[in-house]
């Protein structure tokens, strides 16, 4: 595929995954492009093993680029990646997702070249079957369900494997935070800001993604644990900002009620099974959050 100038950059942060990168970059060569063309570039963030071998191939099909760091952790890797971007607009996907089709039209679609829109796409668990998954999943789904419902349909977070935005406004945002070490707070910490800034974060159901996230019961905990280290220093930089009018830094008490119960709520397979791996979530990241609070206590 050639393009000299394309309109649109696909951004995708990787360690250590180079066996799941031929599926994205497979699903990535059957995109219908958008009005301009795209590219797609590949941060590795410092994979034990180099990962040419496995993008070679693609080159025929895409126009990659593929670009090595010392490991920094994924929000580096995605400010790194738009650094490289010619494209006007910026799209996010991680390496263990499947974009359909019409993915990045559908999100070039919600944006309608709006600078001051950031746009999420729809996530699909890609197990199904995998308790561990299927929860996360629920997660996500009920954090979305509960911002439409509080701001009549208006969002305040989308996940960065599914987002689109301008590159511009990336840039002018000071893309993400690099004080955030793993993929766990970094992108709630970017919408808190986008909306501080003045922006409008909407979704594009159309714009779907598979998500490969195989999560045994060890790794679950282990997410949710590090999503709450991330949690605390959200939390942190929320406080920070309340004095000019941030967003309340902690959810009501009812929020996690309402998830607990959310899978039975909205009749979901296995519903039991999920309210106990959601109330486990909870506990794990209560428990990262006090890890971090107390081995960080004056980190902002």
Not at 287 to 299: M, P, Q, V
Request: hydrophobic share 45%.
């Amino acid at each position: 595929m050639a393009q000299s100038e394309p309109v649109w950059s696909i951004v995708i942060p990787t360690f250590g995954r180079g066996a799941q990168l031929p599926g994205l970059l497979e699903a990535l060569s059957r995109q219908v492009p958008p009005a301009g063309g795209f590219e797609v570039i590949i941060v590795d963030d410092g994979s034990p093993q180099p990962l040419d071998a496995i993008v070679e191939p693609f080159r025929e099909r895409l126009v990659l680029i593929l670009h090595r760091q010392a490991n920094a952790g994924p929000a580096s890797a995605r400010n790194a990646g738009v650094a490289l971007a010619r494209g006007r607009w910026i799209a996010l996907t991680d390496d263990d997702c499947r974009p359909s089709a019409r993915w990045l039209v559908e999100l070039a679609r919600g944006l309608d070249a709006r600078n001051d829109v950031l746009i999420g796409g729809m996530t699909i668990n890609g197990f199904p079957d995998m308790a561990g998954a299927a929860a996360s999943q629920t997660l996500v789904d009920y954090l979305y369900a509960s911002a439409q419902k509080a701001g009549a349909g208006a969002l305040d977070f989308v996940t960065s494997n599914n987002m689109a935005l301008s590159r511009n406004a990336f840039e002018t945002l000071g893309g993400f935070d690099t004080d955030f070490p793993l993929a766990a707070g970094e992108d709630r910490d970017f919408c808190d800001r986008w909306i501080a800034r003045g922006g409008i974060i909407e979704q594009a159901p159309a714009a779907r993604i598979e998500h490969f996230h195989a999560l045994t019961p060890r790794a679950f905990w282990r997410q949710h644990f590090n999503y709450g280290r991330g949690a605390r220093r959200v939390h942190a930089l929320r406080q920070a900002r309340s004095a000019s009018g941030g967003r309340r830094t902690f959810e009501r008490l009812s929020f996690y009620g309402d998830l607990i119960i959310y899978p039975m709520r909205e009749r979901r397979p296995q519903a039991l099974r999920q309210t106990v791996m959601l109330t486990l979530s909870q506990l794990a990241t209560t428990a990262g959050y006090l890890a971090e609070r107390f081995t960080h206590s004056d980190r902002v």
